[in-house]
């Protein structure tokens, strides 16, 4: 039972350059959501979704698109990135009002 | 939409000491409180969490309390070893409208032996 898996692990962007974060789960889990975290910052809501083909924004949301074609994938793509957008990406689902579980992280480089 | 604040932002113990972290809400519906912990360089997990239907929760070291009518839950941690140094978050979850899991800020705690 893999749970929540995130692709890639690491990445390094040329500002400007596009790129898709995929997020993977298998307990078919309603919920998913990706955050960002920066030292000092905590986690930050980018994007969340609530059910297959359904998507919402979150506090940070600008420089980034999420889609939810399958109810078990949550991707999120950077259009253009900057450096800015430099930090550690996590990937989570759940069921409302249950436990969350976690991707491993993808920390991601803007240059 | 749900706010969640957190106390303190940083807390330092010696070994064998307490701790105790406080988050308040907003959101009088909410009915889930966790409690995550995330070692450095790691995902964030679950270690505890309250129900609106009981007050306190323990799980040996750890516990939660929770004051519904004030909207603040709490994380106790007795004896701290320096194992327990992390960060830890709070968060206020979605409720049946489809709001979104929402953190607070953190805390990172530091056990020195």
């Known amino acids: 039972n893999a749970g929540v898996t995130q692709t890639p692990k690491f990445r390094v962007l040329k500002t400007g350059q596009s790129m898709t974060l995929l997020c993977a789960q298998d307990?078919?889990?309603?919920?998913m959501y990706w955050y960002r975290q920066d030292p000092g910052m905590g986690l930050r809501l980018i994007h969340y979704s609530v059910g297959e083909g359904t998507t919402a924004k979150g506090e940070v949301p600008d420089g980034y698109n999420v889609s939810r074609l399958k109810k078990q994938n949550f991707l999120l793509g950077l259009e253009s990135a900057a450096p800015s957008q430099t930090s550690v990406y996590f990937c989570a689902s759940s069921y409302p009002t249950e436990e969350a579980f976690f991707g491993q992280g993808t920390r991601l480089t803007v240059v | 939409g749900e706010n969640v604040e957190q106390h303190p932002s940083t807390l330092s113990v010696q070994e064998g000491d307490s701790a105790v972290i406080k988050c308040t809400y907003s959101d009088s519906a909410s009915n889930y409180f966790p409690w995550y912990k995330q070692e450095l360089g790691k995902r964030p997990q679950l270690i505890i969490d309250?129900?609106?239907?009981?007050g306190e929760k323990k799980d040996q070291r750890i516990a939660v309390t929770l004051n519904k009518t004030a909207k603040h839950f709490s994380l106790h941690i007795t004896e701290t070893q320096p194992e327990d140094s992390a960060v830890y978050f709070c968060?206020?979850?979605?409720?049946?409208?489809?709001?979104?899991?929402?953190f607070g800020k953190g805390t990172t705690l530091s056990v020195s032996s």
């Open positions: 307990m078919n889990h309603e919920y």
């Open positions: 309250i129900r609106s239907n009981v």
């Open positions: 968060a206020a979850p979605p409720n049946q409208a489809g709001t979104a899991l929402i």
